[in-house]
Structures are given as C-alpha cells and as structure tokens.
C-alpha cells in the first residue's frame, strides 16, 4: 500500500453503484486510492481491511438485500479495525428508482447502531454527489484531528 495516500474501501454488494461512485469521486479526489469490496471480498481481506483509513458504505435503495448486505458486513469492518473509530460515510444509492424499500430512517438507524452516528446520503450518485464527498472529506478531517490529538496525548505521557 502507498503510504502517502488515503486508501479508502468503497464496500456494498454487487450492483450497488461502487464504480460509478469510485469513477466520479476519483477526478477530484486525486489524493485518495479507492478499492471496491462486495461482501466476499470484505470477507477475503479481512486481514488487510483494517489498513484502509476510510470507508464508504454503499447500498442500493430499491434492494432490501443489498441494505441486509451492509448489515452484515459492518460488523467484519468493525473487527478488522479493532475497535479504532475510522471516518465513513453510509450511501443509499438509486433514489431515483421509484421502487425504494430501504428509508432513509432505516439508513439512520444502522449509522446510530453501529457506525458512531456517521453521515448518511440517501440520493442518486448519478446526479449528485457533491454534497457527499464534502462531506466525506470534513468526515476525514474530523477523524484525522482526534487521531493526532490522541496521538500527542500518548507522546506527553510518555514524557
Ligand atoms: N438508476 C440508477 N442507476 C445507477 C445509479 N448509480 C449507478 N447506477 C447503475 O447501476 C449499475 C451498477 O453500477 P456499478 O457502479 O457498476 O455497481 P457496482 O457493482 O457496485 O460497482 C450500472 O448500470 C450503473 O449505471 C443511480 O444513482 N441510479
Ligand atoms: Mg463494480
């Protein structure tokens, strides 16, 4: 793994929207590496996921199987991180399709449960997604301030 980069797992089952995420969040993200993780890859890399500093959840809105999917890869991701809090976003993709089963409130609820409240996006990646890497960036941020603080906290008490 590159170590000057951010590595950020792009994680929803298959047919969720994660290339087409990758694709439009990669022309301004330049700093960023992105990998794309169905539910068996995060179970194959279950070693290495908890190296990736960022994470981005994806489900499909008209899929109650796919928002199931992130239920039961949450848990592996947590594991691999040990517990460590990490910067997420969690995206319920294709509202555009008439035919959602999985509400925004079901989205709120599975980031309060389990993801330390992180930011949810319930929209159609194909026509906005501004907003969300915004948002995914101050979510970085955020973390990337407590981690140094945390980490000068441990270097004072070293002293
Ligand atoms: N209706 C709709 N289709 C989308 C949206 N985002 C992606 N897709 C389509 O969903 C299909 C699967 O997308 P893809 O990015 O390949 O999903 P992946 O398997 O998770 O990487 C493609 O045909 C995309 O064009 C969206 O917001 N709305
Ligand atoms: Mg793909």
């Known amino acids: ?62 899929s109650m199987d796919s928002f199931t999917t992130l239920s039961e890869v949450i848990p592996v991701i947590k594991r691999a991180k040990e517990g460590e809090d990490f910067p997420c976003v969690l995206v319920g993709n294709k509202t555009d399709i008439d035919a959602r089963v999985v509400s925004e409130r079901d989205l709120a609820k599975l980031s309060g449960v389990w993801l330390n409240s992180c930011p949810t ?3 159609s990646i194909q026509e906005n997604i501004s907003k969300l890497g915004e948002v995914f960036l101050d979510e970085i941020e955020t973390h990337n301030t407590r981690l140094s603080f945390r980490q000068e906290r441990r270097n004072s008490i070293n002293v």
């Open 1 to 62: 793994m590159e170590c000057s980069k951010h590595h950020v797992a792009v994680v929803g089952g298959s047919g969720v929207g994660k290339t087409t995420l990758i694709q439009l969040l990669a022309t301004t993200f330049h700093e960023f590496i992105f990998k794309e993780f169905n539910e068996h890859d995060v179970l194959e890399a279950r070693q290495t996921l908890g190296l990736y500093h960022a994470f981005i959840l994806v489900c499909d809105t008209s």
């Open 121 to 123: 996006f319930y929209l």
